[in-house]
């Protein structure tokens, strides 16, 4: 699964997706859950990740320390370096 930043006019969408092969053997990608418009995700990140973590099973993740006041997910800083492409 990885995370698939999607457009429609002027708003950006972030997904979660999977790449899978059809039945010629093709590779294909689907949506497994549409997670919100970049714009609002960035403002709710943390509690993504924590709901992430929750689902698989794993320990929730100590909250990270702040750079300009934002946490330093991976994500986060993902998001940050595709705004330009988007």
Do not use: C
Request: aromatic content about 6%; hydrophobic content about 35%; cysteine-free.
């Amino acid at each position: 699964m990885f995370i698939k930043l999607t457009r429609s006019g002027p708003r950006r969408y972030v997904q979660l997706a999977e790449s899978y092969r059809d039945e010629n053997g093709r590779v294909k990608q689907r949506t497994i859950a549409s997670l919100g418009r970049v714009e609002q995700i960035e403002r709710s990140i943390d509690s993504i990740v924590r709901g992430l973590h929750r689902v698989a099973g794993r320990p929730e993740p100590v909250t990270p320390p702040l750079v300009e006041g934002r946490p330093t997910f991976l994500i986060n800083q993902t998001l940050q370096m595709l705004k330009p492409l988007f």
